[in-house]
């Protein structure tokens, strides 16, 4: 239940300034099917996630890992 509210929470104050603040949270909420990874799909419900996506991604995978998440926005 706990991580629902999170996620909910997060969802709620998807911004840039909440993507400052909080990415652990954010990550998690754009993370829908919880594989540990943000996929283009996923990064369209935030438009600074897809607007800076290909950027992110520096590996190149299609996806953003944690760690790629955390430098890029965090």
């Known amino acids: ?3 629902i509210s999170t996620a909910v929470l997060a ?3 998807l911004s ?4 400052a603040q909080d990415t652990a949270a954010v990550f998690l909420a754009l ?7 943000i ?15 290909t ?3 520096s590996n190149g ?12 926005f965090g």
């Open 39 to 53: 996929s283009q799909t996923e990064a369209q419900r935030n438009t600074s996630v897809v607007a800076n996506f």
């Open 61 to 72: 995978d299609g996806a953003l890992s944690r760690d790629e998440f955390d430098l890029a």
């Open 1 to 3: 239940m706990k991580r």
């Open 31 to 37: 993370d829908s099917d919880q594989n540990g990874s």
């Open 16 to 19: 840039g300034a909440a993507l």
């Open 11 to 13: 969802l709620s104050l």
């Open 55 to 57: 950027t992110a991604d």
